[in-house]
């Protein structure tokens, strides 16, 4: 089935830098476009960074365009997300998936970035 394993969160101080990492498994991760996405205490989950396959196209939202880089890696089914000058806003749950998540496709338990101010 599939599945999602982030990893890589925790505790910084703003200014800081993260790598998180998503390791998949149970579809052909190579030929999906990948994305990166985050939930904060009540709010609603938003899209952080996408990247398409083959010559990857990346995307990113406005709020972390300049500081956080995703990236892919084929042959580990791993995602990756750099994430530099972190701040107290981008403090939530970060989570991996499909860009077009649905029903097939359910969410890993995340990975919890934190900054403090």
């Known amino acids: 089935q599939v599945q999602f394993v982030e990893s890589g969160g925790g505790l910084v101080q703003s200014g800081g830098s993260l790598r998180l990492s998503c390791v998949a498994s149970g579809f052909p991760f190579s030929i999906y476009t990948m994305a990166w996405f985050r939930q904060a205490p009540g709010k609603e989950r938003e899209l952080v960074a996408s990247i398409a396959p083959a010559a990857p196209i990346t995307n990113y939202a406005d709020s972390v365009r300049d500081r956080f880089a995703i990236s892919r890696d084929d042959t580990k089914e791993t995602l990756y997300l750099q994430m530099n000058n972190l701040q107290p806003g981008d403090t939530a749950v970060y989570s991996c998936?499909?860009?077009?998540?649905?029903?097939?496709?359910?969410w890993g338990p995340g990975t919890q970035v934190t900054v403090s101010a």
């Open positions: 998936n499909k860009y077009h998540a649905d029903d097939t496709s359910p």
